[in-house]
């Protein structure tokens, strides 16, 4: 029989000295690994069922495998955290909260908009009120991030109580939602949750007011006009008549164009003279200040004092208006007579609308416009380029001419180069032979002369860079050579000196080619000098060219024994051995010499030799005939008298 479980009737088990509880959790590798107890407290055994979930999930889905086969165990599930699947995933409401204001007689309270955003990642939501410029109030985050106290029982808000139209309560302060965005729609759509319609925002008092009192406000004058009604309608509405004072009737007298302004706001009128340039008048804009004009200003009364030069309305009787101003009709401006010839579209609208004018035809006045005297510009002097003395005759100062920067960039260091002859009367210019550079980038041609030995002509520059102008050019709109214009056996006419270009580089044909869209008419060039490259021909007999020595008999021999003997002397005298000097001369290492380098050797040596002795020169060293010398051949060329 069993003792009650009453105080006093219990004891402790003496055998019991563990009451610790069992550990259910470890880490192997870093990862929390869940256990279950097997004994309790005071180490005594459990009694209920050992196996884990997973074992137990095993022998429920267990079938016996004679009677159904092979059990197929289900997939098992990934696991996804909250914090990794709602990540960066915020639910956007917009409300407001109703602000009350203690202090104002003209509000009592204020509308405030705010967005509320909630975190699905932890469930935490921060409310943030969007800057309003010139605001006055402090604006920007009034809630931080944070899960909010729903009630005091403990619980928090959460996304299942948020919905459209209804009130929200943080910390003491109502909002009310209005809105939402539309992925959070679309959130709560999907979670089962059916928002309300959408509610508009309040507005907020105090901003009407503002609106109000910043409206245009309407006025309605009386039917007649008075002056402030003239000035509301006409105020900066002004009519514009074209007139001439003709004053040829006086010595020395013209006849000038000038301007009326008629001021609609106060009807006065204004007189502008009209300058023209190098018309040798002062610079005065008006010739009457802006005023009210009287059709008679001698019909005043006798009594009036003479001394006052300016009249009010109880002088004059009668006042200039705008019906008085017609197309052709002369006014009298303080005796001095103005037709109208024209007027601008705003004084013709004008006048068809207020008083029914329909003629508007201009009239035409003689000598309105004078002609300007033709510039006739001076011949080039030959002094600086061609662009540059334009430039003095345009202008007091003269200006640089504008160059093409974007041209020069494309084709700086591109030259095309012809060769050319001297067409000359003169039988000491025949025969002359120049190089023709013409720059891409700025169009200029640069003319060079050879030298030649013994020709009595001062070799070098001849022409220095500079655009050249084709013969018979105006001076006003100069034509200057381009490549189109140098072609084989084209002229070309430099300050009185006539070329005759022969032939050109390769780079010009390839350059042409490929531009021929930049360079009309460049066919003509391209086919001379394919021409010229098919047909070419031996070169004619002029200075600088190789000469041509018509020797007696015997004379090739005596000066091939001259050139050996200058060989050995400088190969003695400049080496230790004929083999090093072999050696320096063969400088690719490959144990031969070939002609070029005898031709190299001859040169340095200042030996003048003609072809046809350098061509007995070197049959005689080469003996095998095969177009080298090698180490035997050089020894015994030099040994050998």
Sequence with gaps: MALPFLPGNTFNDPTKRKYHLSQSLGYKNGYAVPARPQVGIGGEPLEVNQLSLAELDELNNKRPTLTYGQAKQPPPEDFVPAHVAFDKKVLKF?????????????????????????????????????????????????????????????????????????????????????????????????????????????????????????????????????????FIELDRKVLRFYCVWDDRGSMFGEMRPNIIHYYLVDDTVEVREVHEPNDGRDPFPVLLSRQKLPKDRDNIEASFPSVVMEFSEHEIKEWYKPSDFKIGQTIYVFNRPFLIYDCDEFTKEYLFKKYGVRDFTPVEVKGRARDVPQMDLPPYNGFGSLEDSLRSCLSLVPQPPKKDFIKMLENDHKVLRFEAVMDSVKPEDKGRRFIISYRLADDMMTIFEPPVRNSGIISGKFLERTRVTKPGSQPDRPEFYEPQDLYIGATVQVFNHRFIITDADDYVRSYLESHQEDFPGVQKTIHSLATKRDNKQAPKSMKAAPMKVKRSPGDVAYLLGEVKSQLKKHNYTNFNSLTHAFLQYDRDRSGKIDINEVKRICHRQNLPIDDDLMNALVSELDINKDGLIDHAEFMKFITCD
């Design 94 to 230: 917009d409300a407001f909260f109703r602000q009350t204001v203690h202090e104002s007689p003209n509000e009592y309270y204020r509308v405030r908009p705010v967005c509320i955003f909630y975190y699905l990642e932890d469930d935490s939501i921060s409310v943030i009120e969007p800057h309003v410029e010139n605001s006055g109030m402090p604006q920007g985050k009034l809630i931080k991030r944070m899960r909010l106290p729903k009630n005091d029982q403990g619980d928090f808000w959460h996304w299942k109580d948020l919905n459209i139209d209804m009130n929200v309560n943080f910390y003491g302060k109502a909002f009310h939602i209005t809105n939402c965005d539309k992925w959070t729609s679309e959130f709560m759509a999907s979670e089962g949750i059916e928002l309300n319609p959408p509610t508009p925002v309040p507005s907020d008092p105090y901003n009407e007011s503002r609106k109000e009192s910043a409206a245009l406000r309407t006025f309605k004058t009386p039917s007649n006009f008075d002056k402030l009604r003239q």
